[in-house]
C-alpha cells in the first residue's frame, strides 16, 4: 500500500530536520579537522600527539559517515519529489514503514540492502 500523503510529508519534513542537524554538526567538525590545535607538534609526551592525532582521525571517520547519510538524505529528498518516496530503488518494491520509521532515508528494502552488501546484486 503506497504511503499516503500525511505520511510523505512527514517523513520530509524529519528528512530536512536531519539534513540541517547534519550540515550543521559538519560545519563544527570540518572546523576543528581544519584548524591545527593550538601547540602541534609541541606536546610534551609523544603520548598526547597521538592522542591528538587519534582524535582527529575518529574526527574524519564521523564526518565521513555523516557525509554519506547526507547524501542518502539528499536522495530521499529527491525521490519524495519524483513520488517514488518508499519504493526501493534495485527491486521497485515498497520500503515497509517500520524501515523508514527507523531509517527514514532508506532508499531500499532490508533485503536489496543486505544483497547489496554482500555482492550479489
Known amino acids: 500500500m503506497p504511503l499516503k500523503k500525511a505520511e510523505v510529508a512527514k517523513f520530509k519534513k524529519r528528512l530536512e530536520d536531519l539534513r ?3 550540515t550543521q554538526s559538519l560545519k ?4 576543528e579537522v581544519k584548524s591545527p590545535d593550538e601547540g602541534t607538534g609541541y606536546s610534551q609526551h609523544q603520548a598526547d600527539q597521538g592522542t591528538d592525532d587519534f582524535d582527529r582521525t575518529i574526527s574524519l571517520e564521523v564526518t565521513t559517515r555523516e557525509y554519506n547519510i547526507l ?21 521497485n518494491k515498497e520500503i515497509p514503514i517500520a524501515r523508514l520509521e527507523a531509517i527514514p ?3 531500499m528494502t532490508r533485503d536489496a540492502q543486505e544483497q547489496l552488501e554482500k555482492g550479489q546484486i
Open 28 to 31: 563544527g567538525t570540518s572546523q
Open 20 to 22: 540541517l542537524q547534519i
Open 105 to 107: 532515508w532508506a532508499n
Open 71 to 91: 547524501k542518502q538524505i539528499d536522495r530521499a529528498l529527491e525521490k519524495i519529489e519524483e513520488g517514488t518516496y518508499g519504493i526501493c530503488d534495485l527491486t
